[in-house]
């Protein structure tokens, strides 16, 4: 079970306890830390962790290799930046990862290659930001294509996009460059290894490792139909002002173009 502390600066932290996944590269902040980050598989919840001590990644690497319980005793639980409702763990010096005994669930899959397959209740209702997701859904609306520069590529990509809706509930979507000529308004697609992310509100998002299929025609009721126009864009509103002028204000100022003085003989 985990255990809930406070260190010498009222941080409160905690013991968690559960499986390793998803261990990434040595990564580099824009202040020039060094990190990696993991996701730790929870009895009901998976979490991601973030340590500023990349001499720990072997270990954190061989213990996803292993598929073996851990337990990594005092991290930091906070809000995740652009995740409000989303808690992500980070390890301070501190923090240290031992085996873990008597754990009560087993090893689960929960990373991209295998997504688990969701409803969009599920992802609106329990599912964290930052897993990935097979979900089947109607394309209820696909919209303009935009181009937006991406920090995280530095270049200029093509968007779009959707509004999806199943039985369950609607959700809106973002698909990229060549996915976009794949989607049509009014059919049914299997949207897999989706992220899920989170700005304002619960997104699926298409990355690199994203595959689109078409599937069989997704039901809509009508409760979920009314939701789903709910998500579209809001349209411009723009006004027609008639009328006669009767007055402009007009204001002078006098600009000096020359900095030289005159001598007067």
Known sequence: ??????????????????????????????????????????R???????CFSPEKRESFKEKETAKSPVQILSVSPQKRRYQPDTVEYKMSGKSRVVNARNVSFPWAEVSAENPKEVSISDINSSSNAGNFALLKAYVFTKGVVETVYSNAVRKSLNMC????????????GTIWQS????VADGVSYAFEKFKINF???????????SEITETKVIEVPQEIIAAAEELL????????????IIGIDLAISLVCISRQKRRVR
């Open 199 to 209: 700005f304002n509100h619960k997104y699926l998002n298409g990355t690199t490792d």
């Open 1 to 42: 079970m985990a255990g809930k502390t406070n260190d010498q600066k009222g941080v409160r932290m905690q013991d968690v306890e559960g499986y390793i996944h998803d261990v990434s590269t040595i990564k580099t902040t824009t202040s020039g830390n060094r990190y990696f980050n993991f996701t730790i598989q929870e």
């Open 233 to 244: 864009p809001k349209a411009k509103e723009t006004k027609e002002v008639n009328g006669r």
């Open 44 to 50: 009901v919840n998976t979490t991601r962790v973030v």
């Open 179 to 182: 996915m976009i000529d794949q």
């Open 161 to 172: 996009n959707l509004v999806l809706a199943d039985a369950t509930g609607a959700i809106r």
